[in-house]
């Protein structure tokens, strides 16, 4: 599911893996490679059965930036 969204300037998202972070590191990498210049806001409920899920990589739920710079 890609749900559209305005981006908002404090969300920030993961350059590693395009999870959006709450806090200034990723929960899944660790990393505070972060970056504020993403689009395409990405709902992952069940990655398993998510193609857009494993063309990404994403193993785990939760909500993901389509692109980031
Ligand atoms: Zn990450």
Redesign the pocket.
């Given at each position: 599911m890609v749900v559209r969204a305005k981006k908002t300037k404090a969300v920030k998202v993961?350059r590693?893996?395009h999870?959006v972070v709450e806090g200034e590191a990723?929960v899944?990498?660790g990393?505070s490679n972060l970056s504020e210049d993403w689009a395409g806001y990405l709902v992952i409920i069940d990655p398993e059965h998510s193609e857009i899920a494993k063309k990404m990589k994403i193993t785990l739920p939760g909500r993901y930036a389509l692109k980031v710079r």
């Open positions: 993961c590693e893996c999870r990723c899944i990498c990393t």
